[in-house]
């Protein structure tokens, strides 16, 4: 009854404003929604501002930004010791997942080389396509595409204070054999400045597998990939559990989401 009384005034009032030439009051407007915001990523404890912000780069892909979960950049980048003015060589990069990232921690004074072997670039241009629209792109203009030899990461240029090698190690194996690794290696060693480092993130095998499941299930013991790089030179300046997964039993296909391993690696000064 309440409301049936409410109703009957609010009309009267109407009526009564039209009969004094009063027009009714118009409703009021109702504001557009505003457009959806960029989902950005919290800064993580340890990972610093410059690190945090290149992985909240509006020009990152949004297939990227969902793999972020899984691959954890901000803390992987922060565990390299990568900096403002770095120059970097982002090896095999595949479609540009780090090397934008990259492009935007070493910032306008660093350098980001998006590297393939001259041979495996013979015939198949197209490996590089998605890092040639990087390097073609004002927002990116430190990335340039380069393809030195195999045997000759050094041949690039420029000495380099970091090489790095994402999820992709074990497939160099598979290609250039276990004995065809060692020029490689030794071709990242003299491309570094001393001090500089050789990060490897890989799928994890079980430890003490050694290389035999890099061309079945594409995952690498750790323990191999330590005794390659000393063999050439390098000192193992620390190992991140960020990415090990103990759940992961390490013999199903390895993939973003299972164990990796990751190594840091230094030239001696």
Same mark, same amino acid.
């Given at each position: 009854?309440?409301?049936?009384? /409410?109703?009957?005034? $609010?009309?009267?009032?109407?009526?009564?404003?039209?009969?004094?030439?009063? !027009?009714?009051?118009?409703?009021?407007e109702?504001?557009?929604p505003?457009?959806?915001?960029?989902?950005?990523?919290?800064?993580? %404890?340890?990972?610093p $501002?410059?690190?945090?912000?290149?992985?909240?780069?509006a020009?990152?892909?949004?297939?990227?930004?969902?793999?972020?979960?899984?691959?954890?950049?901000?803390?992987?980048?922060?565990?390299?010791? %990568?900096a403002?003015? !770095?120059? /970097?060589?982002?090896?095999r990069?595949?479609?540009?997942?780090?090397?934008?990232?990259?492009?935007?921690?070493?910032?306008?004074?660093?350098? +980001?080389?998006?590297? *393939?072997?001259?041979?495996?670039?013979?015939?198949?241009?197209?490996?590089?396509?998605? /890092?040639?629209?990087?390097?073609?792109?004002? &927002?990116?203009?430190?990335?340039?595409? &380069?393809?030195?030899?195999?045997?000759?990461?050094? *041949?690039?240029?420029?000495? +380099?204070?970091?090489?790095?090698?994402?999820?992709?190690?074990?497939?160099?194996?598979?290609?250039?054999? +276990?004995?065809?690794? /060692?020029?490689?290696? *030794?071709?990242?060693?003299?491309?570094?400045?001393?001090?500089?480092?050789?990060?490897?993130?890989?799928?994890?095998?079980?430890?003490?597998?050694?290389?035999? !499941?890099?061309?079945?299930?594409?995952?690498?013991?750790?323990?191999?990939?330590? *005794?390659?790089?000393?063999?050439?030179?390098?000192?193992?300046?620390?190992?991140?559990?960020?990415?090990?997964?103990?759940?992961?039993d390490?013999?199903?296909q390895?993939?973003?989401?299972?164990?990796?391993?990751?190594?840091?690696?230094?030239?001696?000064?």
């Open positions: 009854m309440i409301r049936s009384s /409410v109703v009957v005034t $609010a009309i009267a009032a109407v009526s009564l404003l039209t009969a004094c030439g009063q !027009d009714a009051p118009a409703p009021a109702v504001a557009a505003p457009p959806p915001v960029q989902e950005v990523m919290p800064a993580a %404890m340890g990972v $501002a410059y690190v945090t912000a290149a992985v909240n780069d020009g990152r892909t949004a297939e990227h930004r969902e793999n972020d979960a899984v691959r954890s950049p901000a803390e992987v980048i922060a565990f390299s010791g %990568m403002p003015g !770095d120059i /970097v060589v982002d090896y990069p595949g479609g540009g997942y780090y090397t934008r990232i990259f492009s935007k921690v070493v910032g306008e004074n660093g350098k +980001v080389y998006a590297t *393939e072997s001259a041979e495996r670039m013979e015939g198949r241009p197209d490996r590089t396509e998605a /890092v040639d629209a990087i390097a073609a792109d004002p &927002a990116y203009s430190n990335v340039e595409v &380069a393809a030195p030899p195999f045997a000759a990461v050094d *041949e690039i240029g420029e000495p +380099v204070d970091v090489v790095w090698l994402s999820n992709n190690y074990h497939d160099v194996v598979n290609a250039a054999t +276990v004995e065809g690794m /060692v020029p490689f290696n *030794e071709g990242v060693f003299r491309a570094l400045n001393p001090g500089g480092t050789y990060i490897i993130v890989d799928h994890a095998a079980p430890l003490g597998s050694g290389y035999a !499941d890099t061309d079945t299930t594409h995952r690498i013991d750790a323990g191999v990939v330590i *005794e390659a790089m000393t063999a050439v030179g390098f000192v193992l300046d620390e190992e991140s559990d960020l990415l090990s997964r103990p759940e992961d390490r013999t199903t390895g993939t973003f989401a299972t164990a990796q391993l990751i190594l840091k690696f230094r030239k001696p000064e």
